[in-house]
């Protein structure tokens, strides 16, 4: 079955970069996601990609993903005291159950702390 | 639209009684997730719906816990009877039917149960 780890926690000084990973192990995965989810709230999408790509970029955040090691990562250049979060990773898969195409698993997400 | 409804958004109940949060999802969504979150688990997923069908329940920890679509605007999820573990952040999410589609969150409803 489907399966996304990431590791819990990452703490990082404001302006360093930040480098948030992802696992997962359902190969046919068709598009993988970064979600943002801030305090009290829910979760918002911050960028995806398609499987069949190797980097996405949108202004400080990239998004590389290693198929062959189902490994995806999200970069955060210059990091500032309002990117504190927490950050899921999702895969969409096909899913057998309806016949159609919309499983999203998520990851547990990872909380960034960015300390001045 | 005013995207993905939650109510109530803090709910404190004593141990014992019966809890039921409300979920409307976006209009014309086909799918909806159920999920709980806390600090010790993260985001865990308890059920999906695929046009108000049940798809996947394998994430609904005991049988204390039940959840229901009975059309495509409305979804309960009822806990009976509620435990102090119980106590988490739960989510209502839905989403459309192409694969590149994003998943919009509700607000979310806290849970605490003493």
């Known amino acids: 079955g489907e399966d996304v780890e990431q590791s819990l926690f990452l703490s990082v000084r404001e302006g360093d970069s930040s480098v948030i990973n992802c696992t997962y192990t359902d190969s046919s995965s068709t598009y993988l996601y970064w979600y943002k989810q801030e305090p009290g709230a829910g979760l918002q999408l911050l960028t995806y990609i398609f499987s069949n790509m190797d980097m996405k970029q949108d202004q400080r955040l990239t998004v590389l993903l290693n198929k062959k090691d189902k490994h995806l990562s999200l970069r955060i250049a210059d990091t500032q005291t309002g990117d504190s979060a927490i950050y899921f990773c999702?895969?969409?898969?096909?899913?057998?159950?309806?016949?159609?195409?919309?499983?999203?698993?998520f990851g547990t997400g990872t909380q960034l702390k960015v300390e001045l | 639209d005013a995207g993905v409804i939650q109510s109530p958004r803090h709910e404190v109940t004593e141990m014992g009684q019966e809890v039921t949060l409300r979920c409307k999802p976006i209009s014309g969504h086909d799918y909806l997730f159920w999920y709980r979150q806390t600090m010790m688990r993260g985001l865990e997923l308890l059920i999906y719906?695929?046009?108000?069908?049940?798809?996947?329940d394998s994430g609904m920890p005991e049988d204390r816990f039940s959840a229901k679509m009975p059309n495509a605007s409305f979804s309960t999820l009822k806990i009976q009877p509620s435990e102090p573990r119980d106590s988490a952040v739960y989510f209502c999410a839905s989403r459309g039917h192409l694969l590149n589609t994003e998943a919009f969150f509700g607000q979310g409803t806290r849970l605490t149960v003493v």
């Open positions: 999702a895969e969409s898969t096909p899913d057998i159950l309806t016949g159609g195409g919309n499983k999203l698993t």
């Open positions: 719906f695929n046009n108000n069908v049940p798809i996947d």
